[in-house]
């Protein structure tokens, strides 16, 4: 069976401006620069692209899934604007009390897609920029890539990264060196 190229990717700060008082509607959802050219650049090279995110904002009371929604449509609207597809979004809208099995660093998003898309964990990389996102990954098998947009840099910083993580400056440095990695 042929390998199925998929990438999975964390949402506020990898793909977005991160803000420590939540992204909680589409007005504060701006894209980080080069960020949807780049899932149009793994697209083009074959990839499908899924999101695992943590948005504990609802459980919080501080959005709601109509605003979620609308921040999402805003988001795939802009990425067909550069020629980019986001093909599902997962997102866990519990808090740390609901102990539920979605909010990273649980895996539990990351199985779901890799029942939904029927890949192989070992070859489905995972991106993100905090360290949870590095922890769901790693717990799965999935190599596991850190951007320093967002926290990233605080997460590099903080250290105790999962082994074999793989740094780069941004989504757009992912894609370049991911794609260069694969085609040789
Ligand atoms: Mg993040
Ligand atoms: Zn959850």
């Known amino acids: 069976m042929p390998i199925k190229k998929v990438v999975i990717l964390d949402r506020d700060g990898v793909i977005n401006a991160d803000s420590d008082a939540f992204i909680k509607s589409p ?5 980080l620069p080069g960020a949807l050219e780049a899932i149009a650049r793994l697209n083009q090279a074959g990839y499908r692209v899924a999101i695992a995110t943590n948005q504990s904002g ?3 009371g501080l959005f709601d899934m109509d605003a979620l929604n609308a921040m999402h449509l805003k988001m ?3 990425a067909a604007a550069v020629g980019a597809r986001i093909e599902a979004v997962f997102f866990c809208p519990h808090t740390a009390e609901d102990h539920c099995e979605c909010r990273k660093p649980k895996p539990g998003m990351l199985k ?3 029942e ?3 890949i192989d964990p070992a070859h489905t990389p995972t991106v ?4 949870r996102d590095l922890q769901a990954g790693a717990a799965l098998g999935h190599p596991v890539h850190l ?3 967002g926290k990233g840099r605080k997460t590099l910083a903080a250290g105790g990264l999962p082994e074999g993580t793989i740094v780069h400056d941004d ?3 992912f894609a370049l060196d991911f794609l260069a990695d694969v085609q040789e």
């Open 128 to 131: 993100g920029d905090s360290l």
């Open 147 to 149: 951007v320093l947009t």
């Open 116 to 118: 939904r898309f029927e």
């Open 112 to 114: 779901m897609i890799t």
């Open 76 to 78: 795939h609207r802009m």
């Open 27 to 31: 007005d504060e959802w701006v894209a």
């Open 171 to 173: 989504l757009r440095a």
């Open 58 to 60: 609802i459980g919080r």
